[in-house]
């Protein structure tokens, strides 16, 4: 068992009248970690119920304090895994937690605007939402070495539990593929009944050979047949299916700097991969520089969401190409990071020293990595 990072937090936040929402991809791990953390709470009683059991769905949509009240009768928690499946679930919480207030909630789903949508406007004030990835780097390594050597494979098949956990690398493939096929997929199909699969993998697709490139919705749009409405559709579920993400451009508005077309990132390195079905060794490979430029974007924000530290991420780019792959916001302060799998020097652009004299550059490479991902 790893121990993951948010079982601390998760567990100091399971208050008495207070919901605790856990929600990520398919596959990150949530039911594995309300499993630990319910083992946990050994002197305590814990209701634990699925949301994908019709009976289940039913009592908790029912609106009824009486049905409520008797669900949760003689316990101190109520866990609820796929919360998202529960039909006006939002509605029935704040019904339990203002009816019955010695209850503490622990609710997951893998589809956040579902789940947020439909919690929390009803719980305001009383709900607290937290964000499961796939592993980060800090909860597999324990030192620089152990994680430098972890690099080659983390960068082909990403961070999955199940992957990570798999020695063979013939079996990470077809896990991966599996990810891909019956769970990512099965979320995004799922939300607003969109049936087109086929739209999706070739938008994904276009997606992985853009990482680190503007991405132009028109371009998109006339590869796909489609209009920039559609496109600008499916991203933002795509988005919310956490399969990828996006990043705009910095600017403080100087006539130079582009801002308006965003790129967009995987959250795991090993979907991208498997969503162009090319799992070659980092040698064979002509994107090594692409994989370690969203490994580390990935992971950089994982971290700092992890550890609730409140910044800001964005690209920089000026109309003449020059370029930093990361700018970080943090208290008002600039932090601009370069990616670099060799060991190839760069210095700071010259119009953006010239422009935000004060931010700290730094290169990112296999030896500075560490401090910036750990």
């Known amino acids: 068992m790893i121990q ?25 791990g949530k039911t594995t970690l309300m499993n630990e953390i319910s083992s946990s709470l050994s002197n305590e009683k814990v209701l634990i119920l699925n949301g994908e059991d019709f009976d289940v769905a039913s009592v908790l949509s029912s609106q009824k304090v009486e049905t409520l009240r008797n669900l949760v009768t003689g316990y101190d928690y109520l866990f609820i895994d796929e919360a998202q499946n529960i039909p006006s ?13 010695y209850i503490s909630i622990f609710a997951t789903g893998s589809a956040s605007f579902e789940l947020k949508g439909q919690l929390g406007e009803p719980l305001t004030g009383r709900s607290r939402f937290f964000n499961l990835y796939p592993f980060n780097l800090s909860e597999i390594s324990k030192g620089y070495l152990e994680a430098l050597n972890k690099l080659p494979e983390l960068l082909i098949y990403g961070s999955y539990p199940q992957v990570i956990m798999e020695e063979n690398l013939k079996e990470k493939r077809h896990l991966l593929e599996n990810i891909r096929n019956g769970y990512l997929l099965k979320d995004v199909l799922q939300l607003e009944n969109i049936k087109d699969s086929l739209f999706i993998m070739n938008l994904l697709r276009l997606l992985s050979y853009q990482v680190g490139n503007d991405v132009s919705f028109n371009e998109l749009a006339r590869n796909l047949n489609t209009t920039v409405k559609t496109i600008q559709r499916y991203l933002d579920i795509l988005e919310k299916a956490f399969i990828i993400f996006r990043l705009y451009g910095y600017s403080q508005n100087l006539r130079k700097e582009l801002s308006k077309s965003p790129r967009f990132y995987f959250w795991d390195n090993g979907i991208r991969n498997a969503v162009i079905s090319n799992f070659s060794s980092i040698e064979a490979r002509d994107d090594t520089g692409k994989l370690w430029e969203n490994f580390c974007i990935s992971e950089r924000i994982k971290k700092q969401n992890y550890n609730e530290t409140f910044s800001n991420f964005y690209f920089w780019r000026t109309y003449d190409r020059q370029e930093i792959d990361l700018i ?4 008002g302060k600039l932090y601009a990071f370069e990616f670099k799998w060799g060991d190839k020097i760069t210095k700071v652009p010259r119009a953006f020293s010239l422009n935000y004299p004060d931010a700290k550059f730094n290169i990112i490479n296999r030896e500075s990595f560490f401090d910036f991902l750990m």
């Open 4 to 28: 993951r990072y948010l079982s601390t937090p998760i567990k100091a936040n399971l208050k008495r009248g207070n919901v605790t929402i856990l929600y990520g991809a398919r596959r990150t």
């Open 89 to 101: 679930i939002g509605k029935n919480l704040k019904l339990l937690v203002d009816t019955q207030n």
């Open 328 to 331: 970080e916001v943090q208290d």
